[in-house]
C-alpha cells in the first residue's frame, strides 16, 4: 500500500495515533504502558519535542505533540520501532505489532489544543473503562490535576488558558474536561485523516502556503544568480475553489466524491504545469507521491479525451495566472 505524505510545519501542533494490527492489544501490564512511556521520554530527550497530552489504551495509543526541529515522523519511528521490539521479545511474538504506521494530522492550536487535551483524556470514559478520567492511570490527566507526577508532560502552556495561577487553572481545567463527557465521540477529530490539516478556513491557506514554500535559484544567460517564481500553492487552490464551487478545505482534505476527485486530478495538472513538485502536490492534495502520478496521468488523458475537462483545466490555469500576477 502506497505511503500518504505527512504535512510535517515546525512549530506545529499534531494529534498522532497508532492502533495495534487488527486492533490487537499492545499493553497488557504496567510494565508496558511503563515502557512506551519511557521511550517517549528517551526520544524527547534526543529529538526534543513539546508532549501536550497523552493517553495509552489497551490497543491504541494518542498523543499530542507540538514539533520542534525533528519531523513527527522520525520521533514516532523510533518509538514505536523500539516498542515493537520490546514487546515481541517480552512475549515471544514476530510479526507486525501495529496497523501499518502511525497517523499524526496538523491542528490548528489556537482553536484546538484545548479542546484535544479534553478529548484525548476521555478516551478512558467514553470507551466505559473508568467513570472519571482522573482513575485512569495510563493518561496525562492526573498530571493535569496535580494527582501524580510526570517528566515528560508539557501540561503548563494549557494550564495558562485557565488561569495564571497554578491550583486555579487545575481546578478550572477540571471542570472544562468535565463539561465535555456529555460531548461523546469527535468525528470532526478524525475527518482530517494523514497528512490532512484539521483547521479554520483561513489556517489551512495558510499552511497550503507553507507547503508552497520553496525557492528556486537559477542562472541567467549571464550569469547572474536570480529567484525563480516560486509555485503558489494558495493560489492555485483559490483557482481550482473558484471554478469547481468546492472548498479548499474539502479538496484538500480526504474526500473522496467523484467531484472532489476531479477537482484534485485538475489541480495536480494544472500544479505540474506550474512547476510545482510531486512532493508539494502529495502534501497540496492529500494523497501520496504514486497517487499524484497516477492522477497527473488520468487527467492528461480526460483532458485530451473530454472537451469539458480541458476547457475547466484552462480556466483554472488563468485564474492560478491571474492571481499570481496580481501578487
Known amino acids: 500500500m502506497a505511503r ?25 501490564s504496567p510494565d508496558d504502558y511503563g515502557k512506551f512511556l519511557s521511550l517517549l521520554q528517551e526520544q524527547k530527550i534526543k529529538l526534543p519535542f513539546f508532549l501536550y497530552a497523552y493517553c495509552l489504551m489497551s490497543n491504541h495509543v494518542h498523543l499530542l505533540i507540538e514539533r520542534r526541529k525533528d519531523d513527527i515522523g522520525r520521533i514516532m519511528h523510533r518509538v ?5 521490539q ?5 512475549y515471544h511474538k514476530v510479526g507486525h505489532l501495529l496497523q501499518g504506521r502511525h497517523k499524526s494530522i496538523l491542528c490548528q492550536s489556537e482553536r484546538y489544543l484545548c ?16 467513570k472519571k478520567p482522573e482513575d485512569y492511570e495510563f493518561s496525562s490527566h492526573r498530571y493535569y490535576l496535580g494527582l501524580a507526577a510526570s517528566e515528560i508532560v508539557d501540561a503548563d502552556p494549557v494550564l495558562r488558558h485557565f488561569s495564571a495561577r497554578k491550583e486555579r487553572a487545575r481546578k478550572e481545567f ?7 463527557m456529555k460531548h461523546g465521540h469527535r468525528n470532526d477529530f478524525y475527518q482530517a485523516d494523514e497528512g490532512q490539516i484539521l483547521g479554520d478556513g483561513e489556517f489551512v491557506d495558510a499552511m497550503i502556503h507553507r507547503i508552497g514554500e520553496t525557492e ?7 550569469g547572474e544568480v536570480k529567484l525563480a517564481r516560486e509555485f503558489d500553492a494558495v493560489a492555485l487552490a483559490t483557482a481550482v475553489e473558484r471554478n469547481f464551487g468546492i472548498t479548499k478545505a474539502k479538496i484538500c482534505g480526504p474526500g473522496k466524491g467523484r467531484r472532489v476527485m476531479q477537482a484534485k486530478e485538475i489541480m495536480i495538472l494544472v500544479g505540474r504545469r506550474q512547476g510545482a513538485s510531486v512532493r508539494q502536490l502529495a502534501d497540496l492534495v492529500g494523497i501520496s507521491i504514486s497517487g499524484v502520478s497516477r492522477r497527473h496521468d488520468a487527467a492528461r488523458r480526460k483532458v485530451q479525451e473530454d472537451q469539458a475537462v480541458k476547457l475547466i483545466t484552462e480556466q483554472i490555469e488563468k485564474e492560478y495566472q491571474r492571481i499570481t500576477n496580481r501578487k
Request: net charge positive.
Open 4 to 28: 500518504k505524505p505527512r504535512v510535517e510545519i515546525e512549530g506545529g501542533l499534531y494529534h498522532v495515533l497508532s492502533r495495534g494490527n487488527n486492533r490487537q492489544t499492545i499493553f497488557h
Open 80 to 84: 514505536l520501532t523500539g516498542y515493537s
Open 86 to 90: 520490546y514487546y515481541n521479545r517480552r
Open 115 to 130: 479542546e484535544l487535551v479534553r478529548y484525548i483524556h476521555l478516551n478512558p470514559v467514553r470507551a466505559n473503562v473508568v
Open 174 to 180: 477540571r471542570r472544562f474536561v468535565t463539561a465535555g
Open 216 to 222: 528556486r535559484r537559477v542562472k541567467s544567460n549571464d
